[in-house]
């Protein structure tokens, strides 16, 4: 309120999809991966990207280091503990960096400090201190996180915020980490902590809110009426257990009502669809089909009453214009007339610019497909993309050949699967199993010899229509961690084969780039 909507009536938006998204179980991306994800959050105007959590493992590390080095425009930031190894870690992946954030936690919960941290509270707040002068001696923007603060005694938050401030801090981020907050008491402790704090006008106070109540953008929202001008949550709202406040929420419910709540945010508001289809394809979490601004039917009007007010007046049943938040249903269709011109231009205003070279390969790709879909919508494309990018993330890694099987209900299902190898070879194997699918996962396991455990399968239809590109989402789990794949085909056992391939790669992928990282983080 007073001191921080004084100074700017801009929230800053804070993504941290690479790093609480990140957190989502059965999420785990590959270096490149994140990296697209940023470049694509950078073209959706984000203000901060939480890269990752540098000092938790050489792949975070990497991705954060690589990020802050080539996505230029947001500032990047990397989580620690208020411990020096994080630190330090989080210090060197930022290098001759610039724009870069180190962004500090700590517990402040007595729950926490009891049972998590099992130490004194002075113990906790000298640690808290030092740790923001020590990322202070890398970086001038140095965030601070209370954990737990919504569960937190308010003097001892309030002490605690008015001593890293002092240290240092430019940011104080007030967290609602178990989602266990509700609109009017996360509003008050935002008030409480601008009337509290001495020296508050000194951070920005930014907000951290889970969704375990449902609550996380609404808490948001909250804090922002009460003065908060940071909000930080993710993309799709993903995040550890319930997510994170879904960010496209929090920016078109500003947007939106303008009236009310009086900000604006720097977004790019159109690229809100480009940025959710790709979270959702590369970390293989659909998004479920009544999602507020992002889902599938968010901007469909079913009953007849709905659909006939609306052809008479659109604002009678739509408060948002489904275009300015990047929404494009099916409404371009390419076909197999189309030529390579054409692609490229209706590619490029889904957001992806080809090189000629790439052009050419998914140029044969969509050929293929419009050989036996009448038409390619835009969702075609995506998913068409999705596996280009797949194909190339996962070059010199295992590639499905040939698949052929044979099923039905009066045989036992049989699949012959060619393989092309990291070494080169191409093999193949036969296997016979429950079903197609299942035929094909035993085949494949046969040739790449690693014991995992398929956790996860489903099915969903790119478009409407019989001739729909199936696209196939699997998780599968290898000593306690998972990792997603996605594969697409008009053949959905061809899709699956894919997407079990492309989960294998992930898993490897995603081991041997926190295997060979030498930089010393821990
Ligand atoms: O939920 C939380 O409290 C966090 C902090 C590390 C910011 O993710
Ligand atoms: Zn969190």
Known sequence: MAQQSSTEDRVIIFDTTLRDGEQSAGAGLTVEEKLRIA???NKLGVDVIEAGFAGSSPGDFEAVRRIANEVKGPVITSLARAVDADIDAAGRAFEGVENARIHVFISA?????MHQMRKDRETIMDMAVHGVERAKSYVDDVEFSAMDASRTEPEYLY????????????TVNITDTVGYSTPDEFGALIRGVIENVPNIEQAVIS????????MA????????????????????GLGERAGNAALEEVIMAVETRPDHYGVTTGINLREIGNSSRMVSSIFGFPIQANKAIVGQNAFRHSSGIHQDAFLKERTTFEIMEPESVGWRGQALVLGKLSGRAGLRARLHELGYDLTDEELTDVFVTF???????REITDMDLEALMSEQHRMVDTDRMYKVGTIHVVCGNDTSPE???TLECPDGESRTVEARGTGPVDAVCKAIDEVVGLDIELTEFAVTAVTEGIDSLGEVTIRVAKNGSVYSGRGSDSDIVVASAKAYVNAINRLLAIGAQDRSANTGAV
Do not use: F, P, Y
């Not at 919960?109 to 400090?113: A, G």
């Not at 907000?207 to 449902?214: A, K, R, S, Y």
């Open 39 to 41: 470049h694509q959050l």
């Open 109 to 113: 919960s007595d729950i926490h400090l």
């Open 159 to 170: 002490t605690m915020l008015e001593a890293v401030i002092r240290a240092g801090a430019t």
């Open 207 to 214: 907000v951290h809110c889970h969704n375990d109540l449902g």
């Open 217 to 236: 953008s609404a808490n948001s929202l909250a804090a922002i009426e009460n003065g908060a001008r940071q909000v930080e949550g993710c993309i799709n």
């Open 367 to 373: 050929k293929d497909l419009a050989d036996t879909k």
């Open 415 to 417: 699949a012959r699967v």
